[in-house]
């Protein structure tokens, strides 16, 4: 019955959608509200990280759209469509804009993400992503940050089990505690809570006394202290 309700959406909308259509801006990708666009209807994307998916690999996209409750969207770029989304507020709109994908980088959902697999100590880590315009990722939700992190991995044929990220040796995350011992910072000064289920159990438990640096432990996918000056591959963000 679902399907059967987005079917005849998605063929409502196609039929019966009658806009003009705006020049879309090149800025940092955000939330925006819906607006006529022309666009073009991405059938297999049923979820938002496929139609961040879908934009990210489509050349000229700038925008992607997504209905949740019908899973509904759409994206501009690639061959003009006359395909236009109404002013329709149960969109959530983004714009791309300035994220680097052809740097390397990812857009997927609310993110801009680059795996760098050249392993580096977590300063030096750090100042690639500074210069990137980004910082070291910020694993704040497991329900968020944890998808985007799946997709970039298969984006970099590191296709992972289960939904885990699967990566033995772990990923260089923008927060330590090299400012007061025990108390975690991600790198925007927000703390990183140590007793919500974001640290694989039993950390961070500063081993050896020489634990200051946050890492995404692979096979948990959960966050681990480490030493700093261990050799790590990493992620950076770039915020939108
Ligand atoms: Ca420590
Ligand atoms: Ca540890």
């Given at each position: ?20 259509c705006e ?23 049923t979820s ?193």
């Amino acid at each position: 019955m679902i399907e059967l309700h987005r079917s005849l959406y998605m063929a409502a909308a196609l039929l019966l959608t009658v806009c003009s259509c705006e020049v879309i801006e090149t800025t940092r990708w955000n939330l925006l509200p819906s607006n006529n666009l022309e666009m073009t209807l991405i059938p297999d994307a049923t979820s938002l990280t496929s139609c961040g998916l879908s934009c990210s690999q489509r050349d000229g996209c700038g925008r992607f759209c997504f209905k949740a409750n019908f899973r509904v969207c759409y994206v501009t770029g690639g061959v003009p469509s006359s395909t236009c989304i109404p002013s329709d507020t149960s969109y959530t709109c983004y714009k791309t804009g300035n994220c680097p994908v052809d740097e390397g980088y990812l857009l997927t959902d609310a993110h801009c993400i680059k795996l760098y697999q050249t392993p580096l100590d977590y300063t030096s880590a750090r100042d690639v992503c500074t210069s990137d315009g980004g910082h070291l990722y910020h694993f704040k939700s497991v329900a968020l940050d944890l998808p985007p992190l799946v997709a970039l991995m298969d984006h970099n044929a590191l296709t992972s089990p289960s939904d885990t990220i699967y990566f033995y040796t772990g990923l260089w995350m923008g927060g330590d505690d090299l400012t007061t011992e025990g108390t975690y910072i991600w790198s925007d000064g927000t703390l990183v809570p140590t007793t919500t289920g974001l640290f694989s159990p039993g950390e961070p438990n500063n081993f050896f006394g020489v634990e200051d640096c946050i890492e995404l432990y692979g096979p948990t996918s959960r966050l681990n202290d480490n030493h700093c000056l261990a050799q790590k591959m990493y992620i950076c963000q770039i915020d939108m």
